[in-house]
């Protein structure tokens, strides 16, 4: 005797081998042994055997008409026999009934299971549902198959490209366009950026990286909406000073300038000067909405993305010629021992007589020449900027030795030195049309990279005067009870990163007793939120917790460390991609072959990473040799890839025979740029603080 019965959804037949009053023990035809209960057996037979009775009730199934079926079906339950009966007449064989119980098993929006072996015929209007659903499930299906069939031909339907973004970074693994890459990866085995790359959905390797990061950061674009500059109501006392800035020649944010006074007499006033759009609008205005909501403005090569309008910016900036409204905090020195005698903050109108640039001075501007009395030797320079120079000449030279005090007092608070081993590099693209797509830069550029020593004299003097305004300004609002937003470090013990937070603590990788950024409103919101806390300082004093716009455990300002923090982060890591992107770009127009650079850490494999002595540039390498860290090699470089951002190489041969130890000061939290990420995942788609050196 056989038996065919339910088994957790799936019908199998065998031979009984024996029974109990609840059960029967049954061989499968591949000799497996199973229990089955009475209540899971659905139809006794002698005759055909259990797999030959299976196949033909499986060749009969294709030959029923469902709707037809689902006409002759009873509006009451019912078993899969009945059915059969009324479907192929009275006296239906064992194959047909079995077809018939296969079909209705497998036809849920036709006829509902009722039970083991029984059925209830589905309402007309849930049918009509389902059937509609079936219909736009195959339709898609249908699309999905073309444009698989497309993307493996090298063509890339628009839908596809519309959503190239999303389907490689953010994947909506139910949307048919995912799913058409999935299916075309799978049947041309490529990668998915491999196969879309070939089909032709990315015009140039430059606009990939751009759209991506629009795609993930500005979706809405890079516009602003419709607003002005207020005009800043306050009447501010004018400074008797003459305040200059030292900023890149591309720098139009300009948001700090120094002052010196005194020289000679014994106590010298150093003024570090903030630009003051704080003094214009507050929190919820129309322009903080806007700076809220890109916290930061966004740098990379030849072009960056600010945080407020362009004419907002000028209304604000410390540009030279006419006094500007600042935050001043001005603190005196003995001029001999270089000791803090005062401090003061102040709101006022600051005279900018001169906008300096440091590419420009860099060379200019050394050691040797602020400590001599030696004639300036610059023929690059006009006479209106060497007069300036030779005009500030004393002061530059003073806040260049008091820089260097400064630096050696966090130093010793630090407890070691800091290391500026590496560069930093400048990126200048030669051939970029500044009419074009509002100066976005196009990829097809020359570009240059230079290499600019850290610790520079210029360098030296803005970063030491902000690291003291950032640190003097947030003990003050800390001793005040004024709630603002630090940057802070435990130790300097390894894996002891910086933080953000509301509460001044001590920054253990700068050497201060706290640091609020402050110095960057036009750039960055935590200091333009800074800033509307150190106004309400200057203005109250001692009763400034009261009036100041956050109050102490506000959620807002929490909100904002949290927001900025993330938005600050993504967009580090991609002007660190872009920076890749022309290195990479450079190591084409240049034809090298061959790279020097140092090994920085093992990889699995017998591979290591190694940084490049003259270019910003880690890669993986390869050789056959055993190196160690600090390891000095010459590389031969593989193919370069703009898209996924990668290059290897193979190590040629050893340059040195002393492992020398790597920079220990490198920035932990700096971004390392390396090859792309694809969110993408074709094997899963089916499942459903150092200061920089000028930290202006």
Not at 325 to 345: C, H, K, N
Request: aromatic content about 8%; proline content about 7%.
């Amino acid at each position: 005797m056989n038996v065919l019965f339910d088994e957790a959804g799936k019908f199998l037949a065998g031979r009984i081998l024996s029974e109990a009053e609840a059960s029967a023990q049954v061989e499968l035809d591949s000799g497996k042994r199973v229990k089955v209960k009475s209540a899971n057996q659905l139809l006794r037979f002698d005759k055909p055997g259990p797999g030959e009775l299976i196949a033909q009730a499986q060749q009969l199934v294709p030959s029923i008409e469902l709707a037809l079926a689902w006409e002759f079906a009873p509006d009451d339950e019912f078993g899969f026999a009945d059915l059969a009966a009324d479907y192929f007449g009275d006296a239906p064989s064992l194959a047909q009934q079995v077809a018939a119980l296969f079909a209705l098993h497998e036809a849920p929006h036709y006829f509902r299971r009722a039970g083991k072996g029984r059925f209830k015929k589905a309402p007309a209007e849930i049918v009509q549902q389902a059937l509609a659903a079936i219909e736009k499930k195959a339709r898609i299906q249908a699309e999905i198959d073309t444009w698989a069939q497309q993307l493996a031909q090298g063509q890339c339907p628009e839908p596809v490209a519309t959503q190239l973004y999303k389907i490689l970074f953010r994947p909506d693994k139910n949307a048919p366009e995912y799913k058409a890459v999935v299916q075309a990866a799978k049947a041309t085995q490529k990668p998915p950026l491999t196969l879309l790359q070939a089909a032709g959905a990315i015009s140039s390797p430059y606009q990939f990286h751009w759209q991506r990061f629009l795609f993930e950061h500005f979706p809405k674009g890079t516009g602003f909406p419709p607003l002005s500059a207020p005009a800043i109501t306050d009447t501010l006392p004018l400074a008797s000073v003459q305040a200059y800035s030292i900023d890149d020649s591309s720098t139009t944010e300009i948001d700090d300038a120094l002052s010196v006074q005194g020289l000679g007499s014994g106590t010298v006033t150093v003024g570090v000067h903030i630009a003051a759009p704080g003094l214009a609008f507050g929190p919820d205005s129309p322009l903080d909405a806007v700076a809220r909501q890109r916290l930061s403005t966004v740098y990379m090569p030849g072009y960056k993305i600010t945080m407020l309008p362009d004419e907002v910016v000028e209304a604000y900036t410390l540009g030279e010629g006419v006094p500007r409204p600042a935050i001043s905090l001005y603190v005196t020195f003995d001029e001999a021992s270089l000791a803090i005698t005062g401090q003061r903050t102040l709101l006022e109108q600051v005279p900018i007589y001169a906008n300096l640039r440091h590419d420009k001075l860099g060379g200019v501007v050394t050691p040797e020449w602020l400590e001599t009395d030696s004639p300036t030797v610059a023929p690059h320079l006009d006479e209106a900027t060497l007069a300036r120079l030779t005009h500030l000449r004393p002061e530059l030279s003073f806040l260049h030795r008091l820089a260097r005090h400064l630096k050696a007092q966090r130093e010793q608070v630090r407890g070691k030195p800091e290391n500026f081993n590496r560069p930093d590099y400048s990126f200048k693209l030669v051939g970029q049309n500044p009419d074009a797509d509002d100066a976005v830069p196009t990829g097809d550029e020359t570009v240059q990279i230079s290499v600019r020593p850290r610790g520079e004299a210029l360098d030296l003097i803005v970063s030491e005067a902000m690291i003291l305004a950032n640190s003097t300004w947030g003990t003050w609002l800390g001793e005040l009870g004024v709630p603002g937003i630090y940057r802070s470090q435990a130790s300097m013990a390894p894996g002891v990163k910086v933080r953000m937070g509301t509460k001044a603590l001590p920054h253990a990788g700068i050497g201060v007793k706290s640091y609020a950024w402050s110095t960057s409103p036009l750039r960055r919101y935590v200091d333009l939120v800074n800033q509307w806390q150190l106004i309400a300082a200057a203005r109250h004093g001692a009763t400034a917790a009261l009036a100041a716009p956050f109050k102490p455990k506000d959620a807002s300002l929490f909100s904002i460390v949290s927001s900025f923090d993330t938005a600050y982060s993504a967009y580090n890591g991609n002007q660190a991609q872009m920076e890749r992107f022309w290195t990479l770009r450079h190591l084409q127009q240049a034809g090298l072959t061959e790279l020097t650079g140092a090994v920085i850490k093992d990889l699995p494999g017998g591979a290591w990473l190694v940084r490049a002595d003259d270019l910003p540039l880690v890669f993986p390498v390869m050789g056959s040799q055993l190196l160690a860290r600090g390891a000095h090699v010459r590389v031969a470089l593989g193919q370069v890839d703009l898209i996924s951002l990668d290059v290897n190489g193979t190590v040629l041969e050893r340059l040195d025979d002393v492992v020398t130890s790597a920079d220990e000061d490198e920035d932990e939290d700096a971004p390392q740029a390396g090859p792309l990420h694809i969110a993408m995942d074709v094997n899963e788609a089916e499942g459903a603080d150092t200061p920089a050196p000028t930290p202006s």
